[in-house]
């Protein structure tokens, strides 16, 4: 899912990235990285480095969409990325990613639960490609001195009453989400008139919208600047603890459940580093400070066992209780025509 823009520390490996990389020759000392922004501690990397001996070289995306196509051009060659559920399986289907080694993963295998293998197989069938890494939902953040009535609907994004303080996800598949969560469709609809009726939603609700945004959610809610935005639990958790103010729900009608996940390119360079950096990640005292820094949840059940703030540890934000919702699902990849189709119906909604 889309994360906040790297930090300083990790921008200045980001830049060694960029000079380092793009050769296929690679380094046996190295390990080439391709993340979100903002999606680790920079301790950990450094960490990693210092035990092993590996250098980590480190890039960062800010979409799945801008990932994609760099990958697939293989004019940078990277050895572990972290992409999300639908474009693992659109990754998988058109042969760009490597069998994991299970052998070679043993963190892997003890600590993340066995319930996120199986959400997994969603996207990767018979888990042999992806290895979670965070996951969360999407739902409404609000503020409790702007929003004078129970929330607990997408509904509440219509309201007139809450014109210009609305903030909505610049993303074609979240946006779409949402309005046909409302509508009571699946969110992976191929149907046309669903599709259109979820479209004619977005245009009607656009008056009320103070911004599309991707990353200025998290601050704008923070500085009482909406009373409403769509955002993913990982930054809700941070929100509420800059903002007491604020509050967090998914809507009864049902909303995306997501999985970022460890995967290793078929052109790697570096396969033997690529999974001892993955296997790292996996243990517990690593895989909680990363789950600390980012606060987005973690699907490591030994990271979450050390998890000292009993308040974070039992968060309903951050560890729900899925089964008390309806209507969550997965992203899925709908294949090149329904890309297409869902982007044009933005296209309409962005240029109404």
Not at 50 to 66: A, L, P, Q, R
Not at 299 to 310: F, K, V, W
Request: aromatic share 12%.
């Amino acid at each position: 899912m889309k994360k906040l823009l790297m930090m300083t520390v990790l921008a200045t490996i980001t830049v060694v990235a960029l000079a380092g990389c793009g050769s296929k020759a690679g380094s046996a000392g190295e390990v080439v990285v391709y993340n979100w922004g903002e999606y680790i501690d920079p301790e950990t990397i450094t960490m990693f480095e210092e035990e092993t001996g590996i250098k980590v070289v480190y890039d960062e995306f800010e979409t799945n969409e801008i990932m994609y196509p760099k990958v697939e051009a293989g004019a940078t060659v990277y050895d572990v990325i972290c992409p999300s559920d639908y474009m693992i399986e659109k990754m998988r289907q058109n042969d760009l990613l490597a069998e994991i080694d299970w052998d070679k993963v043993p963190n892997a295998k003890q600590y993340i639960g066995a319930q996120y293998y199986v959400s997994a197989t969603e996207f990767d069938p018979e888990n042999k490609y992806a290895i979670p890494y965070c996951w969360g939902t999407v739902g409404i953040l609000y503020n409790k001195t702007m929003v004078d009535e129970p929330v607990d609907s997408w509904d509440i994004l219509w309201d007139e009453k809450y014109a210009d303080n609305i903030l909505m996800q610049d993303s074609v598949r979240d946006a779409f989400m949402v309005a046909l969560k409302r509508n009571g469709a699946s969110m992976n609809t191929l149907d046309e008139s669903e599709l259109a009726a979820a479209r004619d939603e977005l245009i009607k609700q656009k008056p009320l919208v103070q911004a599309y945004v991707v990353d200025q959610v998290r601050d704008k809610m923070i500085g009482n600047e909406a009373a409403l935005g769509v955002i993913y639990s990982g930054e809700a958790i941070y929100t509420k603890r800059e903002n007491p103010d604020l509050e967090y729900v998914i809507p009864k009608e049902g909303t995306n459940v997501w999985l970022d996940c460890w995967v290793i390119p078929k052109n790697c360079n570096n396969m033997d580093n690529a999974l001892k950096f993955i296997d790292y990640m996996c243990r517990p005292e690593v895989a909680v400070k990363n789950f600390e820094y980012i606060t987005y949840s973690t699907p490591n059940d030994g990271a979450r066992d050390l998890i000292e703030d009993e308040d974070i540890k039992n968060s309903e934000v951050a560890f729900p209780d899925l089964s008390k919702y309806q209507g969550l699902e997965t992203y899925l990849y709908l294949g090149e025509e329904g890309d297409e189709l869902y982007n044009n119906l933005w296209e309409e909604v962005k240029s109404h």
